[in-house]
């Protein structure tokens, strides 16, 4: 998929190709055979301008959206509810000034936002925070070690198999969530949460938020010892 992104100086800011529209449309319409071709287009072009945009941004921005997929994916839920919302306005008008318009509605979700209004609220989802501020307190292998007595090898083992979420700060460095570990050991479970959510930002931010259905946070149910309770609800919201 291509989209072309311009430089600061470019006052027009983001080209999206043909090609790219037309490589989008075969995968969405290769996944979801029922989706009419006026949903597939407005669909497609809409991932294309989104993609294209989280480019433009910086590398500590774009880790950011990552960390914060559900709050974008409400924002983005927003600004179509948003769009939908002023069409059929325009609808509504347009019939008011003239009778002989005839209202219909169609498959798709309406116009896209303006490009910049698009970028400026991407942006704002994305304004930089300390890891510590949503993570709580990490520490790196060293310390990990000199708190619990757990060397870097062991450590690393248990990184590896999803017994430990692992969160990179920087472009290499990785700190450990100290909530996750309990007399010196992973919190049992933890590793067959991992098998269900494997991004570990994800699926960290899923372990400390609030879960009204099993009674609180994922983690807290997990030291508590409602193992099955927890992947049951794992399952259930990243099936």
Do not use: C
């Not at 029922?34 to 500590?60: E, F, I, R, W, Y």
């Amino acid at each position: 998929m291509v989209a072309t992104v311009r430089k600061a100086t470019d006052a027009s800011a983001i080209q999206v190709k043909p090609q790219a529209v037309a490589e989008m449309l075969k995968v969405l319409a290769r996944h979801n055979p029922g989706l009419s071709k006026t949903a597939l287009s407005a669909t497609g072009k809409m991932m294309v301008v989104a993609s294209a945009a989280a480019a433009k941004l910086s590398l500590q921005q774009q880790r950011q959206i990552v960390a914060r997929e559900r709050e974008l994916e409400s924002a983005m839920d927003m600004i179509l509810a948003d769009v939908a919302a002023k069409g059929r306005s325009g609808e509504l008008a347009a019939v008011q000034t003239n009778k002989s318009v005839e209202v219909s509605t169609g498959a798709g979700i309406g116009k896209l936002l303006p490009l910049e209004e698009g970028r400026r609220r991407l942006a704002g989802y994305a304004t930089p925070i300390r890891l510590e501020d949503w993570a709580g307190p990490v520490a790196g292998p060293t310390e990990i070690e000199k708190m619990f007595g757990i060397k870097r090898s062991t450590l690393h083992d248990w990184q590896k198999r999803g017994a430990v979420i692992g969160l990179l700060r920087g472009q290499r460095k990785h700190v450990f969530p100290l909530a996750q570990f309990v007399d010196g050991r992973p919190v049992e479970g933890m590793s067959q949460i991992t098998s269900i959510i494997s991004n570990p930002r994800v699926v960290w931010q899923w372990l400390i938020g609030s879960k009204p259905s099993i009674g609180g946070p994922p983690l807290d149910r997990l030291k508590a010892g409602e193992i099955d309770q927890v992947l049951a609800a794992a399952a259930r919201d990243f099936s």
